[in-house]
């Protein structure tokens, strides 16, 4: 079964609103990861969050996670239609091999 | 462009051919990694290679099998296809097994098996 899932499954917004998506994860982690993947393409490394971190930012990302929740969310501010993609995430459990999510799909129109 | 370089894109294969995926990687990582993608299922992780010489099963290693040929090099090896190996193959690397820096992901492989 997937260490991590997330919610929601789909998403559907209009562009210049904010996306968030969340994870949540069964057993403890030592850092968890955020990936997007664009239709047919490959998934792209967004950002890292380790367990001794509450927040982090980069660009219009913003990535939390609350270990006594087993939880992490990403938001993405002001989306655009470019933003339309897969997102997953990726929990690191200690074997160092990150277990990944089914994801979440997120259209946004222009 | 550096990194990591999958071929072939596209392959349909019979039940019971085999064949032979191949990754390249030219970012000097240390570890390397096979995925599959199914509808609904997330990426599961076949087989990885934390640094040549070195490879391992993962969740999902039955009806393949790897080599790590240089440490550029990783392939995965289906010796008799089957129609349930039909998904998306993805291979990663990162600089080591835990790499905080994330995986780079090749553009991968559309296989049908029929």
């Known amino acids: 079964s997937q260490q991590g899932e997330e919610d929601p499954q789909a998403l559907s917004i209009q562009e210049g609103e904010n996306a968030t998506m969340n994870c949540s994860y069964k057993t403890s982690i030592n850092n968890l990861q955020w990936y997007r993947q664009n239709s047919g393409r490959g998934l792209v490394h967004l950002i890292l969050?380790?367990?001794?971190?509450r927040e982090k930012h980069s660009g219009r990302l913003r990535v939390t996670l609350d270990t006594s929740k087993k939880s992490s969310s990403l938001l993405i501010t002001a989306s655009r239609a470019a933003d339309t993609a897969s997102y997953f995430c990726?929990?690191?459990?200690?074997?160092?091999?990150?277990?990944f999510g089914r994801g979440t799909s997120l259209i946004v129109h222009p | 462009n550096a990194g990591v370089t999958q071929t072939p894109k596209f392959q349909v294969l019979k039940t019971g051919q085999s064949m032979t995926l191949q990754c390249a990687q030219d970012?000097?990582?240390?570890?390397m990694y096979w995925y599959r993608q199914d509808p609904g299922m997330g990426l599961r992780l076949i087989y990885y290679s934390a640094s040549e010489g070195t490879t391992d099963k993962g969740e999902v290693p039955n009806g393949y099998n790897v080599s790590r040929l240089n440490k550029r090099e990783f392939s995965l090896r289906l010796e008799s296809a089957a129609p349930s190996q039909t998904s998306v193959y993805f291979c990663a690397s990162s600089e080591k097994t835990g790499a905080l820096g994330g995986y780079t992901f090749g553009s991968g492989t559309r296989l049908t098996v029929v």
């Open positions: 990726a929990t690191d459990t200690g074997s160092y091999i990150p277990t």
């Open positions: 970012m000097n990582h240390n570890s």
């Open positions: 969050i380790r367990s001794n971190e």
